[in-house]
């Protein structure tokens, strides 16, 4: 049981949504800094990859632990927790002078926005009651996540070109610090738990030794391969402890994530939806941005200045849900969004060596972009529709874990694809390099399919709308507070039945 204490709103999604949004941030502003970064400090080729990585290995793997802690431990210690983590760590990597101690701040990055991004989504929907108020909340903090996404790759060009590298992890700073000042002002002491339960210490271990391991094993396929012993072992090795990390929470008496939460055809639904569309999200900015600095020829700065209108879109799609589902089922804009999206990487699939911004990259910027921004808002309050506040926390862990998987599982089998189609075309030359007209044709071929795969997954996720999630959105009247006795404290099923 929890009790709760009341803070101003207003200042929680403040709070909330500056915090997500340096962590969206931070996913993708490292991107474009890559070559300067690699001279900078000396890094060997296939090392610097783990400048990228580690913050998707250290952050995709405690996402679970992080949201259940903030659910035993107060939402509000774990977010200024993470944020202080995070912030230091920016910190630490901006004045970074080797190799190892930039690596070893990102994976200290990873691990402060894997305690803060649960504890921030989850003090979201604990502060704002299901209805039209939350969505609204979820659309604001879901913009803030799609803008972050998407400004990373702006910022980080025009930083590397006309600063220096180290002010893509500097630039955190103040933003953390806004974040922070921010939370004594606007949250109360959050909700405390009245009985306090035990960490699932097992399940904890599993849980981020299965995670970690298989993004491991992933992110080693971009230099060892599919079918490497290596790659093998590590991916074997995280279905194993999977595995027993289900069967220790059917058994535990606390567990670190409920499976019955998985019941909820809301849950269910919404996380295969975002691991679906987070897959053909990633897959954009990685071969569009590839496709406009390596077949095209822009500089890091026009890279970046390129994702605008790709930035526009998603805050205009976040918002334009907002709209549609404050008095709606989230379906109503899911469906619709992840078909436009599916529309709009199709289209960036015809990309062509000889072609431009505006005929190649405009156009379908500006639809995958609205239709991933849909997606965004509406999969936020899917996912936590009918949670009790008690395990808001790990639905937000949850849904922040398969987004995250989504992201990079996705994103590296669709960079193998491509790399085989572009291998494939290169071969059907003679004398290419990625420089000649040749070697770029080939490498757009490799983009092209890259992103078709994509639009099949946005797709998928629509199919996943249409035939898992509910028709009508379960809750009871926006404002009436639930007593203790009612299913607010259990998870509300109702989509089981619809």
Do not use: K
Request: proline residues 5%; hydrophobic residues 55%.
């Amino acid at each position: 049981m929890y009790r709760n204490s009341r803070g101003r709103p207003g200042l929680v999604l403040a709070a909330v949504t500056v915090a997500q949004f340096v962590f969206a941030l931070d996913m993708s502003v490292v991107n474009v800094a890559l070559p300067a970064i690699r001279d900078a400090l000396g890094f060997a080729p296939l090392d610097l990859s783990w400048v990228v990585h580690v913050y998707a290995l250290t952050f995709g793997g405690l996402l679970l632990l992080g949201g259940r802690a903030c659910d035993l431990y107060g939402r509000r210690r774990l977010l200024v927790l993470g944020l202080a983590v995070f912030g230091l760590c920016s910190l630490a990597g901006g004045l970074a002078q080797h190799p190892w101690q930039l690596v070893a701040a990102r994976a200290g990055q990873g691990v402060g926005a894997a305690l803060a991004a649960p504890a921030a989504l989850a003090m979201l929907t604990t502060a704002f009651p299901e209805g039209p108020r939350r969505v609204r909340a979820l659309g604001v903090w879901s913009a803030a996540n799609a803008a972050g996404g998407a400004l990373g790759v702006l910022a980080g060009g025009v930083l590397t070109e006309y600063a220096s590298w180290r002010w893509v992890m500097l630039v955190n700073l103040p933003i953390v610090a806004t974040a922070l000042a921010l939370l004594p002002r606007g949250i109360g002491a959050g909700a405390q738990p009245v009985r306090r339960e035990r960490l699932d210490v097992l399940g904890a271990v599993l849980a981020t030794g299965g995670v970690g391991l298989l993004v491991f094993g992933v992110v080693r396929t971009e230099s060892r391969g599919w079918g490497s012993p290596a790659t093998l072992a590590a991916l074997g090795a995280a279905v194993a402890l999977l595995v027993a990390f289900v069967v220790t929470e059917l058994r535990s008496p606390a567990p670190l994530l409920r499976l019955g939460l998985l019941r909820s055809r809301w849950v269910a639904g919404a996380n295969v939806l975002v691991f679906l569309a987070a897959a053909g999200q990633f897959a954009a900015f990685y071969f569009v941005s590839l496709h406009l600095q390596q077949v095209l020829g822009l500089g890091a700065a026009a890279t970046g200045a390129a994702f605008l209108p790709f930035s526009a879109g998603l805050v205009a799609g976040s918002l334009l849900a907002t709209r549609i589902t404050a008095h709606r089922s989230p379906r109503v804009a899911l469906v619709p969004g992840a078909v436009l999206a599916a529309a709009g990487l199709g289209w960036f699939a015809l990309i062509s060596p000889d072609g431009g911004f505006l005929g190649d990259v405009l156009g379908p910027s500006l639809v995958t972009s609205l239709g991933t921004g849909l997606v965004l808002a509406p999969v936020a309050a899917a996912a936590t529709t009918g949670v009790a506040p008690r395990e808001a926390g790990a639905a937000s862990g949850l849904l922040s874990s398969s987004r995250q998987l989504g992201g990079c599982v996705g994103l590296a089998a669709l960079a193998t694809l491509a790399a085989h189609r572009t291998a494939s075309a290169a071969a059907s030359t003679t004398g290419s390099t990625t420089g000649s007209a040749t070697g770029r044709a080939a490498l757009d071929a490799g983009y092209a399919l890259g992103l078709a795969a994509g639009a099949v997954l946005f797709a998928l996720a629509a199919v996943v709308a249409v035939t898992v999630l509910p028709r009508r959105r379960p809750g009871a009247p926006e404002g009436r507070p639930l007593a203790g006795g009612e299913r607010h404290e259990e998870l509300r099923l109702e989509g089981t039945s619809s």
